[in-house]
């Protein structure tokens, strides 16, 4: 399934090599561009930490001598403006600070930053609208900056990570030039939760060990990582790699007096293959290829189909001619109504939105124009298995499959398509399929969970329910608004 919520958060902090005369005086340049997006249109609400987050580093950073811009809720042209405008004033030798909190993809293993209006559906839209995290801190180096920090708050559940298969969740290891220091929220390829709080467990801490004096930049990380590890019972574990050569403290002109270190929080236990916990970055091996899937031939559906639900229309969104992405894309189709790439984004928006029959119109008219999309046959599948027009929603999965047969998007729709229509032995294939190529799979685990219960396998379907719940909590509301529980 194409169009889902879920969620995402990502901390990633960066230092470039320091010259001896920044780590003793503090008297190089400081400059810091901080940047707290909470108003994303994909998100059920906006997020809470992010615009408060932002405005008590900006101070904190004010007082250390640091030269802040901040931006809200910033678009993809303006944060790339406000990137532009910082990369203009490194000089060699300076200190360059980048602190971002809101959401963050990880695609082909590079963390993305993710603007307000990012339109996401497919991983190369993460590539287009994101802005990588390497390319800027290799920015700033090529510049000259003598330190680079960077402070990456994005690893938390999204609206797009179940968008589309072919990535992990959370943030990916950075690739940062020599004299780096990187820190995540949470640990590498993970997620969490915002607290419900206006600000987030991680800046509380970061700003309690910024400020205490006679800390070099590492031990100011180290001590912010054990302090969130406590507070959170070790549900939330930062991830540091640093390759600093020199020392720095946040503190202008602070000595790099020793400090006790802080007794140590028990070891979690390993979420993965990573060595979460190490400063140093471990290389990934190369991902194996997904497993070939031949999807087999389905008979016609023997049972009744429902008749199309007209009442899952959602009543509570916003007039559609208000929204600026819908007249953005009304503009280019005005210019043109055989743009195919304006008529899919179009269908994806108003899906996004609970228009569904119009949609399915711009979906259709998409195909039209480019009839071996196979995007579109999945999006067009899934809205029809919303509304319950589950003879057609099954015509367009199966071809997106024949398109491409190891389409995992396509195989989690088609196991909702038989879910709804009572194939449970069918669903329960397809979402196999979809949970061999990714294992961490939502809702293909979920519904994989409700067609075993509904085939008689009670046991095994409550673990499976129960295994979804503990990744996604949202995923029963989730699926009772495609009219399944």
């Known amino acids: 399934m194409k169009i ?27 400059f810091a561009l901080v940047i707290g997006n909470a108003k994303y249109p994909d998100a059920e609400t906006p997020l809470k930490e992010p615009v408060n987050d932002a405005r008590e580093v900006a ?5 250390d001598g640091f030269n802040v811009e901040v931006g809200e809720n910033l678009t993809g042209d ?6 532009e405008r910082l990369y203009g004033r490194v000089k060699p030798g300076s200190v360059v600070l980048i602190f971002f909190s809101g959401f963050g993809v990880q695609s082909a293993r590079q963390s993305y930053l993710i603007p ?29 900056a003598g330190v680079k920090i960077a402070l990456i708050d994005a690893s938390r559940r999204n609206p797009f990570e179940r968008r589309f298969r072919s990535f992990s969740a959370g943030l990916a290891p950075v690739i940062a030039p020599n004299g780096t220091l990187v820190m995540y929220s949470a640990a590498l390829s993970s997620v969490i939760s915002d607290n419900g709080s206006d600000h987030s467990l991680f800046v509380q801490e970061l700003l309690k060990e910024i400020r205490v004096p006679d800390l070099m930049a590492e031990e ?13 019972r070790s549900e939330q574990v930062p991830w540091i790699s640093s390759s600093l050569a020199e020392d720095f403290s946040f503190i202008p002109g602070s000595g790099a007096a020793p400090q ?16 979460l916990n190490n400063p140093q970055p471990i290389p990934e091996p190369p991902a194996p290829p997904p497993p070939r899937y031949e999807p087999p031939p389905l008979k016609p559906l023997d049972v009744p189909t429902p008749p199309v639900d007209k009442q899952v229309e959602k009543k509570d969104a916003p007039p559609l001619d208000d929204d600026p992405i819908i007249k953005g894309l009304n503009d280019k189709l005005a210019e043109n109504p055989d743009d195919q790439n304006a008529l899919y984004r179009r269908g994806q928006v108003y899906a996004s939105k609970g228009a569904y029959s119009l949609a399915i119109s711009d979906f259709s008219d998409s195909l039209r124009l480019n009839p ?8 067009r599948c899934w809205v029809r298995t919303v509304i319950g027009d589950l003879q057609a929603a099954l015509k367009d999965c199966n071809e997106a499959l024949r398109l491409r047969p190891n389409f995992v998007d396509a195989l989690d729709s088609r196991g909702l398509v038989n879910l709804k ?14 949970l061999k190529i990714n294992p961490r799979l939502t809702s293909s685990l979920y519904g994989r969970g409700l067609a075993k219960q509904r085939n008689g396998s009670i046991s095994e379907g409550e673990l499976d329910i129960s295994n979804a719940k503990a990744m996604d909590p949202n995923i029963v509301k989730e699926f009772a608004s495609y009219g399944v529980r």
């Open 4 to 30: 889902r919520l879920a969620l995402l958060v990502i901390l990633i902090l960066s230092v470039a090599p320091m010259v001896p005369s920044v780590a003793a005086d503090g008297a190089a340049d400081r």
């Open 59 to 63: 101070d904190e950073l004010k007082r």
């Open 78 to 83: 303006a944060m790339r403006r406000a990137f």
């Open 116 to 144: 307000v209006d990012a339109q996401i559906w497919t991983e190369p839209d993460v590539r287009r609208d994101g802005i990588s995290l390497e390319t800027i801190l290799g920015e700033i180096n090529n510049r000259g």
């Open 220 to 232: 100011t990380l180290n001590r912010t990582r054990v302090g969130v590890t406590r507070a959170s």
């Open 260 to 275: 006790p270190p802080r007794p140590q929080p028990p070891a979690p236990p390993p979420p993965g293959p990573q060595a």
């Open 372 to 379: 071996k999309d196979v995007e579109a046959f999945n999006n």
């Open 421 to 434: 229509s009572g194939m449970a032995k069918n669903a329960i294939a397809d979402f196999d399929a979809a």
